[in-house]
């Protein structure tokens, strides 16, 4: 036969192409921010993973990076935005606030922000490393490549 | 103008709204009568003494003490390079004073933080509403008596 063929299943299949073509929205709060700036740009370059395109519109991503502080006032935002996002979709909290509220245990800030949106993959630090970054990213590609993929998404509680 | 002759004047004009002037760091401090803010505060700021800029405008909170809140005032003069800080107290039960959102624009937002996060009222300000926190919040959080571990989540919680 000409060309050659592979076999596969067809779920492995799928996670590879999904986990090779992570689109990213940034939801970007705070300090954070730089951390993730340096991470998605040439030094340590996300794209190498196939996690480069950043989409600013969550009906076209795929990965939602929650990368700073959450307010209680902002709270309702990031939940339109997670529920804008279509299936299948990912949520990644980057850094100590996303994770727990880090140092502001108060009033105004959410203690982690699942406690409003379900999260998959959790990067401590304040702010972590881009190797931190880098490491938790491809572990969240692991876990997307070995998910059950269906074609029809039943919705994440 | 020196700052001793911006002290000396204000003295002299309002002898008897002047309460006490202390020195903190090289910076006076001019504590005044509540009711005498806008006098003092147009005085100062028209020729030739020109505080033109109002750095900021905050509170504190002292709970226990007779007046609880103290209002506190900075200025900056431009021209002599000067700057003042000015207090006044306010009682615990409905404290309000005078806005001073006429005199400079910039106040309008430091009282709305100071109404959101204290509770003072500033008669003449045009929009108090809360600045930082949402609608429907309870409370002023910074008074000493807001429970430290009180939450009013804005949406509900997840489990």
């Known amino acids: ?157 | 103008m020196e700052q001793e002759k911006v002290i000396k004047d204000l003295k002299n004009k309002f002898s008897d709204k002047i309460k006490e002037i202390s020195t903190q760091f090289g910076e006076k401090i001019v504590v005044f009568e509540k009711d005498s803010l806008l006098d003092v505060f147009r005085f100062l700021k028209d020729k030739p003494y020109d505080f033109a800029m109002l750095l900021d405008l905050t509170c504190v909170d002292y709970k226990g003490q007779q007046n609880r809140f103290e209002m506190v005032y900075h200025l900056f003069s431009l021209s002599s390079n000067l700057r003042l800080r000015l207090k006044t107290r306010l009682p615990e039960k409905e404290p309000s004073i005078e806005s001073l959102t006429g005199e400079w624009k910039n106040a309008n937002w430091l009282e709305r933080e100071v109404y959101d996060m204290f509770g003072i009222q500033f008669s003449g300000h045009p929009y108090l509403k809360r600045l930082f926190m949402y609608d429907g919040f309870e409370g002023h959080p910074l008074r000493k008596d807001y429970p430290l571990r009180k939450r009013q989540p804005k949406i509900p919680m997840r489990k």
């Open chain 1, 1 to 157: 036969m000409k060309g050659g063929f592979i076999t596969t299943t067809f779920n492995s299949m799928l996670g590879w192409g999904r986990k090779y073509s992570l689109y990213q929205y940034p939801f970007i709060t705070a300090c954070c921010g730089m951390e993730y700036m340096s991470v998605a740009c040439a030094h340590y370059d996300l794209d190498r993973f196939g996690m480069g395109w950043t989409r600013f519109s969550p009906r076209q991503a795929d990965m939602l990076l929650v990368v700073g502080t959450i307010t209680q006032k902002e709270a309702p935002v990031l939940k339109t935005v997670y529920d804008q996002m279509t299936e299948p979709k990912w949520v990644v909290a980057f850094g100590a606030c996303a994770l727990s509220g880090g140092i502001y245990d108060n009033y105004a800030v959410v203690q982690g922000i699942d406690k409003i949106i379900p999260v998959d993959v959790y990067i401590p630090g304040c702010p972590p490393r881009p190797e931190t970054i880098l490491d938790a990213l491809i572990k969240l590609q692991e876990k997307v490549q070995k998910e059950g993929h269906e074609w029809r998404w039943s919705k994440k509680k």
